[in-house]
């Protein structure tokens, strides 16, 4: 079953947060922990990594 996301895009509702490179950084290493702490298999875990990484322009400024 697929869900579609219907509220505000990335760009909206991230950048008056002002997300700095340093701070995405510190996100993923948060993302790369729990994935680890769960065992997430290498398949599983790029396919969320690379979800992740591509709204990264539209968050981070």
């Known amino acids: 079953m697929r869900i579609k996301y219907t509220g505000k895009d990335m760009e909206r509702s991230h950048r ?31 396919e969320v990594v690379a979800i992740i990484e591509s709204t990264r322009a539209d968050i981070v400024v």
């Open 16 to 46: 008056h947060l002002r997300i700095a490179p340093r701070e995405w950084d510190a996100f993923m290493d948060d993302v790369a922990q729990t994935l680890d702490k769960f065992a997430v298999p290498a398949a599983e875990r790029a």
